[in-house]
């Protein structure tokens, strides 16, 4: 399985704003792709002293799948427009991880 990690920041007034954004329009887009071997996506956020950062995770079965997603220079990233908007600065690239092990809290692999 492959990890494809994205960090986007924002100020506190459009933290919910953005985060709206990627509940109705970015995650529905992609999933609308319904690309072989996208598994889903995991939204994480930090609030900061000044700032709020937050992180995607999705999930692929292979970095095939990845490219299918993304296309041959699979490591841009995907910022539509509305989103933009509101973010004060984003990576310009995703980081790729293979998961090599995943575990829960009984010890037992996932």
């Given at each position: 399985m492959i990890k494809r990690i994205w960090h986007g920041w924002t100020t506190h007034e459009n933290a919910d704003r953005y985060f709206g954004i990627l509940t109705d329009?970015?995650?529905?887009?992609?999933?609308?792709?319904?690309?072989?071997?996208?598994?889903?996506?995991?939204?994480?956020?930090?609030?900061?002293?000044?700032?709020?950062?937050?992180?995607t995770i999705m999930s692929f079965r292979s970095i095939d799948d990845v490219i299918a997603f993304q296309g041959p220079n699979y490591a841009r990233s995907h910022v539509p427009g509305a989103a933009q908007e509101v973010l004060k600065r984003w990576d310009q690239t995703a980081e790729h991880y293979e998961l090599l092990l995943s575990r829960n809290a009984a010890g037992a692999m996932t």
């Open positions: 329009t970015v995650i529905p887009g992609i999933e609308a792709k319904t690309i072989p071997g996208y598994l889903g996506i995991e939204v994480l956020r930090r609030d900061l002293t000044d700032e709020v950062e937050f992180k």
